[in-house]
């Protein structure tokens, strides 16, 4: 079965550290370049971090830049969210997707999500 | 960033009626770079449409894409039952890609 399934989520404190973990499954992860998209309760969808199949190419949003790290192991097909200096506004649902065209980032592929909450 | 506005914010329909759902953006999108995206309570987004009009696979014919520039429509001809649910639209012309707000399409 083609899926994506995140792990890693859960309650951190403000300031704190998580690591986010999505493996794929079903289709050759290293061909095609990943995301993460979060979405806080109640809110819509925000792009947060792409990185190209061989990991050439990062990007990241100004509202996570300094604090999230995205990185990929090809040979264990997973991808990594770390997310440093953990604030309010970053607890939501985690999605990791797929990238299914080089360069066209609409993304045919999404995990169930992992909640991350971020609380005293 | 290119700011993307979905209206209405909630749309009121029986099944079997016809759903419009429209997307505007605040600068013109290039290659009609936008997407669609269905979200069923609790689950992850589906991809509906990419290239402002090209159905993913899988997607029944009973929802298109249309629109270019700053003005896109996401047009569902007959609900069904499982089709009651939010709907985002999302541009990847430019970096950031960014999201609209969403549409909830409600059982009326």
């Known amino acids: 079965e083609v899926q994506m399934l995140e792990s890693g989520g859960g309650l951190v404190q403000p300031g704190g550290s998580l690591g986010l973990s999505c493996e794929a499954s079903?289709?050759?992860?290293?061909?095609?370049?990943v995301t993460w998209v979060r979405q806080a309760p109640g809110r819509g969808l925000e792009w947060v971090s792409s990185?190209?199949?061989?990991?050439?190419?990062?990007y990241v949003a100004d509202s996570v830049k300094g604090r999230f790290t995205v990185s990929r192991d090809n040979s264990k097909n997973t991808l990594y969210l770390q997310m440093n200096s953990l604030r309010a506004d970053d607890t939501a649902v985690y999605y990791c997707a797929r990238i299914l065209v080089s360069g066209s980032w609409y993304f045919d592929l999404w995990g169930r999500g992992t909640p991350v909450t971020v609380s005293s | 960033e290119i700011v993307l506005t979905q209206s209405p914010g909630t749309l009121s329909l029986s099944p079997g009626e016809r759903a419009t759902l429209s997307c505007r953006a605040s600068q013109s999108i290039s290659t009609n770079y936008l997407a669609w995206y269905q979200q069923r309570p609790g689950q992850a987004p589906r991809l509906l449409i990419h290239g402002a009009s090209t159905r993913a696979a899988g997607i029944p014919d009973r929802f298109s894409g249309s629109g270019s520039g700053t003005d896109f429509t996401l047009t569902i001809s007959r609900l069904e039952p499982g089709d009651f649910a939010v709907y985002f639209c999302q541009q990847y012309s430019s970096t950031p890609p960014t999201f609209g707000q969403g549409t909830k399409v409600e059982i009326k």
């Open positions: 079903g289709f050759t992860f290293s061909n095609y370049g």
């Open positions: 990185i190209s199949k061989s990991s050439t190419y990062i």
